[in-house]
């Protein structure tokens, strides 16, 4: 099983942009399908982008396509979350994910993630 840690969190003006990072560690990266997630408090943790193991499909929640893009460099065991035009109702804790065993599959929920990252804030102010 990986061992996940999410960085790159901060606060932004609206229209801004950030780009956060989730190192992995752990020998079957390659085989993870990984995606973010985010929550705010009292509500559900919901989807927000997938990659799948080969990093050859995508998935987005619909509020942030066109916005967000997804990657991974699995040399680097490394995955990203470029984040542009951010606006306010991106405000939230961001959670990188791991489906172990995901290969093609690119998307994911909160049932089938096996790993997580330790969360890193994002606040976008008007």
């Known amino acids: 099983q990986v061992q996940l840690v999410d960085s790159g969190g901060g606060l932004v003006q609206a229209g801004g942009s950030l780009r956060l990072s989730c190192a992995a560690s752990g020998r079957t990266f390659t085989s993870y399908t990984m995606g973010w997630f985010r929550q705010v408090p009292g509500k559900l943790r919901e989807f927000v982008a997938g990659?799948?193991?080969?990093?050859?499909?995508?998935s987005y929640a619909d509020p942030v396509k066109g916005r967000f893009t997804i990657s991974r460099d699995n040399a680097k065991k490394t995955m990203y979350l470029q984040m542009n035009s951010l606006k306010p109702e991106d405000t939230a804790g961001y959670y990188c994910a791991g489906r172990r065993r995901g290969f093609e599959i690119a998307t994911m929920d909160v049932a089938s993630v096996a790993s997580w990252g330790q969360g890193t804030q994002v606040t976008v102010t008007s």
């Open positions: 990659i799948s193991a080969s990093g050859g499909s995508t």
